[in-house]
């Protein structure tokens, strides 16, 4: 038996999962891309930065929220990443003793993973530890894109 349409969702149906390469960044060869946006493209999106710059534990937990969200789930965070979670609270107190940046490269290293995105945990050290802001608000813009496409196919 032949098909000539491939099957429509009913309308109780969701679809999950987005467009993990939203902005179409070229693949390479290895399956790996690039980030949809540089490092220190973080004026983007100045307020994420503002905050990344002033209280990197808030941005930090959104952050991680929305990924774990996104992850277990398939579908972005109703409450878009909270305001003070358990994380960043977590990630507030071992900033006091300036290993915040520890908590961020494992979460970086996680935010690649799903993304397919090309690096490794040398880069991902050195941007969470010298670039903090710039760091975070290039995750929170890649998870950005992916809540944008579940919200346009759900």
């Known amino acids: 038996m032949a098909y000539t349409q491939q099957p429509m969702a009913n309308p109780g149906m969701q679809v999950h999962g ?6 179409n960044v070229p693949v390479s060869s290895d399956g790996t891309r690039d980030w949809s946006h540089g490092l220190f493209d973080c004026c983007g999106d100045a307020g994420t930065c503002i905050v990344a710059c002033c209280c990197p534990c808030i941005t930090y937990g959104q952050v991680k929220r929305r ?3 996104l992850h277990t789930k398939g579908y972005p965070d109703p409450e878009r990443g909270g305001f003070c979670t358990s994380d960043c609270m ?3 107190c071992i900033s ?14 996680s935010i ?17 530890f010298c670039c903090t802001p710039c760091e975070l608000t290039q995750e929170s813009r890649e998870i950005e894109l992916e809540e944008n496409t579940c919200h346009k196919q759900g």
Request: some cysteine; glycine content about 24%; overall charge positive.
């Open 112 to 128: 690649r993973g799903r993304y397919n995105i090309g690096g490794g945990g040398v880069g991902d050290c050195c941007s969470a």
């Open 67 to 69: 990924y774990e969200h």
């Open 96 to 109: 006091m003793f300036g290993f915040g940046w520890i908590m961020q490269m494992m979460n970086r290293s």
């Open 18 to 23: 987005g467009n993990r390469n939203a902005n």
């Open 90 to 92: 977590i990630h507030g």
